[in-house]
Nanobody, 127 residues
Framework: AVRPEESGGGSVQAGGSLGLSCLIP?????????VGWFRQGPGEPREAVAA????????SYADPVKGRFTISYDNAKSIVYLQMNSLKPEDTAVYYC???????????????????WGPGTQVTVSS
């Protein structure tokens, strides 16, 4: 299976914004399985950031990013976006898009519940 593909990472100063995109393979386009964003900082375990699924307005966020990050799903383009505002140095990490997660995002924060992962994109926030 073709895997998801992230784009949009880069470097920004604290307080700035970045937008990430994840192209979802066409075979998963109308799936009710969760699509999530995860991140992994240097020496840190992979952690969940946000999740949603196709055709739904339901979104889930980890506490550290609530109110600053927004996830959205463009069904027509099969792209999941992560808009990141008010970035902090602790947001520095490799960000991964994961598809084919739990149905209706029931256990969205569990990385092992996702079967398709993108290669990741680096986000660096300087103070």
């Amino acid at each position: 299976a073709v895997r998801p593909e992230e784009s949009g990472g880069g470097s920004v100063q604290a307080g700035g914004s970045l937008g990430l995109s994840c192209l979802i393979p066409s075979e998963y386009k109308y799936s009710l399985n969760c699509v999530g964003w995860f991140r992994q900082g240097p020496g840190e375990p992979r952690e969940a950031v946000a999740a949603t699924y196709s055709g739904s307005s339901q979104t889930s966020y980890a506490d550290p990013v609530k109110g600053r990050f927004t996830i959205s799903y463009d069904n027509a383009k099969s792209i999941v976006y992560l808009q990141m505002n008010s970035l902090k140095p602790e947001d520095t990490a490799v960000y991964y898009c994961a598809a084919e997660g739990p149905m209706f995002c029931s256990t969205w924060a569990l990385a092992y519940d996702y079967s398709q992962w993108g290669p990741g994109t680096q986000v660096t926030v300087s103070s």
